[in-house]
């Protein structure tokens, strides 16, 4: 997701006279552009640049939305993750738990605090956190001298993780749950929305995740008074009760001013951008469904569609198919983590990780954002049959 530059420049002609975008936001930009220019005019008449007025109306805007009791700004769902990680005092020979098919800020941030990660295979269906590769993954840590202290569950692609599962799990190895929502904002599970689930949960406000702000930015909800207290410390250099009383070890993690606003006015229209996503995905679903692995988000769920990924032996050749018409299309992720140079030392299930390696080698994301046009969309889907129609 780091190459934001993908999503905006490198459109290219479906036709002569048209562009698709991966994700576009310039027409979202369009559709509230005065509302965005005037928020940003605000900021820099009052010039509370740092800490300004709409940050805490932003956290508590995000608390009514997410339904979780405290929601803390911060400088991006990466910073998120590790000040969670540092609120839970962990460290050197403590585990954490977290699947191999991700984005490596999962594990980055638990090397950052000294402790050791440890990767667990996913569901090919879902392509969250098994709880079964977990349940072996932390035998494995504790044979290893490691001892078990969180686990880190990935919302991959915008699809809320098993927390049903996944807690019992927890709550039996005295677990802390930390929710990665870095790309499921606005996701639920029955009537509860992402923020509820783990004791923790991290989100982005990385420009392409569903719910994005113009640089970088993130959230960190939970209903903890406490970690609450302690995370606003945290992220503002473990400042204690006066400005420059410093009590613990912290970093600069605060949300700039200006991104809170743009998120102010994104977040009017979150909720009809979601009802759009979910109709888009659905397009793919029924245009797709026999003939490549489709999402299948399951009873009771709702996904935020930060991806809609499907699953395909033909992948390369899909997206060459695509390319060659204009259309762009990604690869998340195309190694997993235990495969990469900076994690390959790591401890994984000690019975390997089969469903991680099988679909980085078959996932294909494919344009999906809430501006995306019917017209467009059966364009995608026919060229898609055609491949495999051929092969
Ligand atoms: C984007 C992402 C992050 C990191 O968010 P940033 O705001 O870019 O730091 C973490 N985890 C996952 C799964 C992500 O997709």
Known sequence: MRQFGKYVAETSAVSAHENVAFIDLQTQRRTIRDRLEGAINAVLDHGQFIMGPEVEMLEQRLTAFSG?????????????????????????????????????????????????????????????????????????????????????????????????????????????????????????????????????????????????????????????????????????????????????VGINGRLDTIQAAILLVKLDIFESELAERQIVSQRYTDGLRDVVQVPDVGQDRASAWAQYTIVTNARDMVARALQDQGIPTAVYYPKPLHEQLAYRDCPTDPRGLPISEFLAGRVLSLPMHPYLEQRVQERIIEVIRDVIART
Not at 163 to 169: D, E, K, N
Not at 173 to 190: N, R, T, Y
């Open 68 to 248: 979780a009791r405290h929601a803390i700004a911060c400088s991006s769902g990466t910073d998120a993750l590790l000040l969670a990680l540092m609120a839970t005092g962990i460290g050197r020979g403590d585990a954490v738990f977290v699947p191999s098919f991700t984005f490596a800020s999962t594990a980055e941030v638990v090397a950052l605090v000294g402790a050791t990660p440890v990767f667990v295979d996913v569901d090919q269906v879902t392509f969250n956190m098994s709880v079964r590769s977990l349940t072996t993954s932390i035998q494995g840590a504790r044979d290893a001298g490691l001892r078990p202290r969180v686990v880190i569950a990935v919302d991959l692609f915008g699809l809320p993780a098993d927390y049903a599962r996944l807690t019992p799990v927890a709550v039996a190895e005295s677990l802390v749950i930390l929710a990665d929502a870095a790309q499921s904002f606005g996701a639920s599970i029955g009537n509860k929305r992402v923020g509820a689930f783990g004791a923790m949960t991290a989100t982005s406000f990385f420009p392409a995740k569903p719910l994005g702000c113009y640089g970088d930015g993130g959230a960190l909800f939970s209903d903890d008074d406490e970690t609450a207290t302690l995370v606003q410390s945290l992220r503002v250099h473990g400042q204690g009760s006066a400005k420059y009383d410093t009590v613990r």
